[in-house]
């Protein structure tokens, strides 16, 4: 394996294991919780050929509960022991073809036609034994399947949080974050110096109004501008009319 350096570590029912990222050279990668170089508790492993595993794992075996997914379209959702189907589950298999695991038997390939629908389904549903179809026996009915396949379902989802939980996808998730709070902040900042620049602009318009009324330049002033020098002339030669004749 490549590059399969611990990022997180954490306690898990008293055992100490790290999240790791691990690639294959075939391609293959696990995301998820390892202990001493093995993957343990849960994780996701998406292998070259396009299938992928989500859920419980125990000394680098899949055992508990589990999803796997075939690349042409075959799901299994239930109970795992090393690595193989063993115990509750459902297996929904496309007509054209089944599942074949990576790197292990399984039930043939084929490629999946989409326009299959639900009834290009074959269900599976009831107990397994080491990677083999039982059927809908009396320890494993179709409604203990359906159970077992639901919390295998919720399995998958935990070990997916847990996947995208890791240290690399949180730093990016951080940086996005701090991007657009930086956005938020710069487009704030540029709304408010544009608010202050037309909030210092209407004030000095307000003040140089005030000027020029003080001034007696307004036009709209009673008695301001030509009007009121018209009328201080008339009433200066009034005056002086007056005094000459007293």
């Given amino acids: 394996d490549e590059g399969g350096a611990a990022e997180a570590e954490a306690e898990a029912d008293g055992e100490v294991v790290t999240w ?17 170089g093995k993957c343990h ?93 039982v059927g809908d026996i009396m320890a494993c009915s179709k409604y203990l399947s359906r159970k077992k396949a639901m919390d295998a379902d919720f ?11 890791g240290p690399h996808h949180r730093q990016h998730r951080q940086q996005q974050q701090q991007h657009q709070q930086q956005s938020k902040k710069e487009k704030g900042g540029g709304a408010r110096r544009g608010q202050e620049a037309e909030g210092g602009e209407r004030r000095r318009q307000r003040k140089n109004k005030k000027k020029e009324l003080a001034d007696g330049r307004g036009a709209g002033r009673p008695g301001g501008g030509q009007e009121h020098q018209q009328k201080e002339n008339v009433f200066q030669a009034f005056f002086s009319r007056f005094a000459k004749k007293g």
């Fill in 20 to 36: 790791e990222s691990v690639k294959w050279k075939d391609g293959s990668r696990y995301e998820g919780l390892v202990k001493d």
């Fill in 41 to 133: 508790i849960r994780g996701v492993l998406r292998y070259a050929n396009g299938d992928r595993y989500e859920g419980e794992y125990k000394d680098n075996l899949m055992s508990g509960l589990g999803v796997y997914v075939w690349k042409n379209g075959a799901v299994y959702r239930g109970e795992w022991r090393e690595n193989n189907m063993h115990g509750c589950g459902v297996k929904l298999i496309p007509k054209s073809g089944g599942g074949k695991r990576a790197g292990r038997g399984g039930h043939g390939g084929g490629a999946v036609d989409a326009s299959l629908g639900l009834e290009g389904i074959v269900p599976q549903e009831g107990e397994w034994l080491e990677d083999g179809y």
């Fill in 155 to 165: 399995a998958a989802a935990s070990a997916r949080a847990l996947a995208l939980d």
